[in-house]
């Protein structure tokens, strides 16, 4: 029989070998080795919020607007509640007389007209009505008088009371009161009278 010679690979090399088939993937039993993957996450980011400014609109305050107050003139009761047109009218403060600064045509004059005691006679010129009321004119004393009807009132109903220590001045004459009497003169000559319930004078 013949005898067949194979050539024999040195352990060497068939160790070689192996090495070389597992290094290329091996048998094909073994699975391929997985590639790492190494994925890089991007930088955080960091948002701040910044808080959206608020403006606030006050309401506006309220004005309050504070009215003009003009004080009233110092005066003494000479003003318009004794004024009836161009005359002014006035009662005592006991009721006893109704009193007035009269503009009349070509004359001023100032009087009361009440019940009074003791009253002259009668002058024999008075046809009507005398001794009711006592009066000063522009020129000469003070004294009784004779009228037909009540001359000292404005038709307003009850005048207002002269108050004791305010005197009305008006017209060129001035006239004041107590608790029962009223006194009126004649600026400028000083003539007048003073007239009471219970007494009377004439100058």
């Given amino acids: 029989m013949r005898r067949v010679t194979l050539p024999c690979l040195g352990v060497g090399a068939a160790l070689t070998a192996v090495l ?3 290094a290329c993937g091996g048998s094909p039993d073994t699975p391929a080795a997985t590639e790492a993957t190494t994925t890089i996450a991007p930088p955080a980011t960091t948002t701040t919020s910044v808080p959206t400014p608020t403006t606030t609109t006050a309401d506006p305050t309220p004005v309050t607007t504070v009215p003009t107050t003009t004080a009233a003139a110092t005066t003494t009761l000479t003003d318009v509640q004794f004024q ?3 005359s002014y009218f006035f009662s005592s403060p006991d009721g006893s007389f109704t009193c007035g600064i009269l503009r009349l045509p070509g004359r001023t004059e100032a009087g009361c007209e009440g019940v009074t005691t003791p ?3 009668r002058p024999d010129d008075c ?3 005398w001794g009711n009321g006592i009066r ?4 000469g004393r003070g004294a009784f008088m004779c009228s037909g009807g009540q001359v000292y ?6 005048e207002p009371v002269l108050a004791p220590g305010t005197p009305l001045a008006e017209l060129g004459y001035t006239c004041e009161t107590t608790v029962s009497s ?3 003169t004649n600026d400028e000559t000083g003539h007048g009278f003073t007239v009471a319930p219970d007494s009377n004078e004439t100058f």
């Fill in 153 to 158: 009132t404005s038709g307003a109903g009850t």
């Fill in 136 to 139: 000063v004119e522009n020129t």
């Fill in 182 to 184: 009223v006194t009126c």
């Fill in 119 to 121: 009253v002259p006679p």
């Fill in 127 to 129: 046809m009507v009505s």
């Fill in 84 to 86: 009836r047109n161009e």
């Fill in 20 to 22: 070389a088939l597992t």
